[in-house]
């Protein structure tokens, strides 16, 4: 039985490595910009305090201890230990997946901004407790949309990446 030839952006070359090892750089990348930016952020501003730069955006120090958007913020305390080992879990899931399909460019490429994100904010959770997020988009004042981090952009990337992957492995 014939298979399909994926195309080149999406496969390594026959002579490219199966290693993890690209695909963790990239994750380890993210995990460092994305640490880097919240010291920043939190030698710089106190909780709260916002800065605006553009008529749509600020810089602000927030502590989220709950899950996107928020979600679960106000909870007693639980909800740190849940989401740390949702993200220990996944991390361990998608690094499995990276190396059975290391060959898989845009899959592994979607994959390793996951995982890095994910790493990224597992690392507040346990070092401080909450997340730092610090990236204020906002409509005229009126409605801001919720405060993130560079993990969690990676995170949005690596999901839209992954979608495109997958709807182009339907196309196939």
Same mark, same amino acid.
């Given at each position: 039985?014939?298979?399909? *030839? &994926?195309? #080149? ?7 490219? =490595?199966? =290693?993890? /090892?690209?695909?963790? $750089?990239?994750?380890?990348?993210? %995990?460092?910009?994305?640490?880097? #930016? *919240?010291?920043?952020? !939190? ?21 989220? *201890? ?9 909870? #007693?305390?639980?909800? &740190? ?6 993200? @220990?879990?996944? #991390? ?24 890095? $994100?994910?790493?990224?904010? @597992? ?7 909450? @997340? ?8 005229? !004042?009126?409605?801001?949309?919720? =405060?993130?981090? %560079? ?6 990337? $690596? /999901? ?7 709807? &182009? &492995?339907?196309? *196939?």
């Amino acid at each position: 039985m014939a298979t399909k *030839k &994926r195309s #080149s952006f999406n496969t390594v070359s026959s002579s490219g =490595s199966k =290693s993890l /090892a690209p695909w963790l $750089g990239i994750a380890a990348i993210v %995990i460092l910009l994305d640490q880097i #930016s *919240k010291l920043t952020i !939190e030698k710089l501003f106190v909780e709260s305090q916002s800065q605006a730069y553009t008529s749509f955006f600020n810089l602000v120090l927030a502590y989220n *201890k709950g899950a996107a958007f928020s979600f679960l913020d106000t909870a #007693s305390g639980w909800q &740190r230990y849940l989401f740390t080992a949702i993200g @220990v879990i996944a #991390s361990v899931v998608i690094t499995v997946l990276i190396k059975k399909n290391a060959s898989q460019r845009l899959f592994c490429w979607s994959l390793s901004l996951i995982l890095g $994100g994910a790493l990224g904010n @597992v690392i507040d959770r346990i070092a401080y407790g909450h @997340v730092i997020d610090f990236l204020d988009f906002h409509y005229k !004042e009126l409605y801001h949309f919720p =405060s993130f981090n %560079i993990a969690d952009s990676a995170i949005t990337l $690596g /999901a839209i990446l992954f979608i495109l992957d997958e709807l &182009r &492995r339907v196309k *196939k």
